[in-house]
């Protein structure tokens, strides 16, 4: 495995999980949403959970696709 490839990858998927995070609270600020659900009271509900993996999940399968010897 490259490791320094890995690094790398890891690196820019925590900018893009920071830019789903922000992204979803940009969205809640416009439409005057607080929470997205009440299952977890004073967390924003469940889509707060997964918002910056919404955005990291498919930025990895691209790039996995991309450099396939990752994975190696």
Do not use: E
């Amino acid at each position: 495995m490259d490791y320094i490839a890995l690094c790398g990858i890891s690196l820019f998927c925590v900018l893009v999980s920071v830019l789903g995070d922000l992204t979803f609270s940009i969205i809640k600020r416009n439409y005057g949403i607080k929470d997205y659900g009440n299952l977890i009271p004073g967390h924003g509900g469940i889509l707060d959970r997964f918002d910056s993996v919404i955005f990291v999940a498919p930025t990895m399968l691209v790039l996995f696709n991309i450099y396939p010897y990752f994975l190696i």
